[in-house]
């Protein structure tokens, strides 16, 4: 393994995430301004923001033939030109049919990268090793919302809506620079998850039940979790009086603190025999501080709460990312893995905000806060029968000396 070369290519490839995941949390930030402007109700805001889950879903399974025709590099040149194209559309045409039309063409390009991302992390690091790369890579998306949540006002403020546009546009090109210069596959008998091999089945991949276990667990995270996030800022003013923008901070605040959490958990996570018994801890974890985040009962403690959220939240991604690639027999389905864990990802982000806002309307926000720590308690249950397959010592399908064995056998 070469480790610097493999630190280059990890680093260039979680680069090209975030600048997607500012592309697709570039709306919420500049929400009611984009009302205003464009003369749109909330729903339809909504769908600008929420388009990006559907895609997702849609094109999790397909990202992963993409991945293994033509290889991460293009793949991921494909994503960034994707996100890079819908902006300049969104940009240029106020129109709003038009303007969800270029949010889809930009989900197309995060949908992309949510598979080709790790998968380019387990190609280059073997298991022992992936812990603090793949926790790097779990929270692409809450460093892009830190990013967006605290430069919103000033964009917004300084650009109108256009400004946030502009941003996620300047940071796909240039992470689409890095990602040209810097990302390439390794030499099939140094890769360890050879995705781009033609020994590939995309059927038996999608016939292998343990990835859809883990998908089915993210789901439910996902649910909380971005239930939580979507809905906790409108709670804190509610309960405490502040005003939008304070508590806009903070849900940034815990974002970026759940960044610095991962790099934590990555460095102890290569050290962990059961991580995946790690996992459902953390999953536990959380359920109980989003408890404690809804119910807060003095707003003095929200400084307490914003360390340990941030701390729970990171927990399970990144036990998410470095488990998913395993729970394939062969390491070649890696990226089938990572595409049908992707589903419930999507699923989350999509049925969180809407399931959860429906119930703190009607049953309130201590309701609301049992519900998703349920949903975090199930999926910990769920994670415990999730199987594994050590990968350490298989070579990639596609190592010539492989193939020259399996030809003197035949």
Known sequence: MNTKKAWIVALATIFAGIALALVQNKVAPCMLVLQEALNIDMATAGWLSSVFSLVGIVIAIPAAVILNKVGPKKGGIIALACAIIGTLIGLFVENTAVLMISRVIEGMGVGLMSVIGPAVIAMWFPEAKRGLPMSIWAVYQMCAQAIMFFLG???TTNFGWQGMWWF???????ALVFYVVCVKSPRPEDSYADVESEDVSIVEGIKSPFPWLMSLVTTLFCIACFGFVNWVATCWTDIYGWSLD?????????????????LVWGSILNHVKNQKLFGSAMLFLYGVVVIWGMVI????????????YAFADAGFPCVLWTLTALTVKKPELGGVALGIVSIGFNLGILLGPPIIGAVAQSAGWTVAAIVMCACCVAAAVLLIPLKT???????????P??????DEMV
């Open 153 to 155: 006002a000033v964009l």
């Open 168 to 174: 996620g546009l300047a940071a796909c090109v240039v």
């Open 246 to 262: 304070e508590a806009n901070n903070w849900v940034a605040c815990f974002s970026l603190g759940a960044v610095v959490a991962a």
């Open 297 to 308: 009962g003095n707003p003095m403690l929200i400084i307490p709460f914003v360390i340990i």
């Open 389 to 399: 397959y050590s990968q350490s010592a298989v070579p990639a399908a596609s190592d």
């Open 401 to 406: 000396e492989v193939k020259r064995i399996e």
